[in-house]
């Protein structure tokens, strides 16, 4: 049966790891598993990605940065997300609709109901079934993504990086403020911890999603 799960959280809060971890566990089971991203995800969606996370696009405005979002999605709905789907996979994505709203409206500050329905046209009825967002304190999730972008010579991908604390935090609000607003779909998950914890966490919510009843 298909499935659409995204994982969302702040800079550094793990969800490439974690993503990993949870396809390799349901691949186990034997489960048909696509793994994605946002932005992103096939070719004209990555060379959206490129302008949106390079630091050297730091002239980039806040409405150009919600179209691009927008238009890097709505073309990897329609080459990835919605035929995976329709062939019946189970599609795991780092980021989605819930970025947006988090990232540009709390985080920039632009309107949420111009958001939705970017988000609307952008991804059609391609809706996540259940949204994990992996949650830790704002300036430990920072530190992380700065010493991961050093450390794996990210240096083309640290635009956000760059951004404030107090930005980072009302985006970390904004995840939790969306998660509120839609208990049925978002779970919030304890992020801190070693990478193990964190999957451990994850696995028993996935689990008692796809199979309710079933012990991880």
Do not use: W
């Amino acid at each position: 049966m298909a499935h659409f799960i995204t994982f969302e959280g702040i800079e550094g809060s793990g969800k490439t790891t974690q993503i990993a971890m949870v396809a390799e566990f349901l691949r186990r089971q034997g489960h048909h598993v696509v793994t994605t991203r946002e932005p992103g995800g096939c070719p004209i969606a990555d060379a959206i990605r490129e302008i949106l996370l390079h630091p050297a696009n730091d002239a980039l405005v806040d409405r150009a940065e919600l179209l691009l979002y927008a238009a890097a999605r709505a073309q990897h709905v329609a080459e990835v997300i919605r035929p995976a789907l329709q062939q019946g996979l189970i599609v795991l994505c780092d980021r989605y609709t819930d970025a947006t709203l988090a990232y540009q409206g709390y985080g920039r500050g632009l309107d949420l109901d111009l958001i939705e329905e970017l988000n609307a046209l952008a991804c059609a009825d391609c809706r996540p079934h259940l949204t994990l967002v992996l949650d830790m304190p704002h300036e430990a999730g920072l530190q992380r993504a700065l010493q991961r972008n050093s450390a794996e010579n990210m240096t083309d991908e640290g635009r956000f990086e760059q951004e404030s604390l107090a930005f980072h935090q009302r985006v970390r609000e904004g995840y939790l403020a969306l998660a509120r607003n839609a208990p049925q779909r978002m779970r919030v998950i304890d992020a801190t911890g070693s990478p193990g914890e964190v999957s451990e966490r994850l696995m028993a919510c996935l689990q008692n999603f796809l199979d309710p009843g079933m012990a991880p």
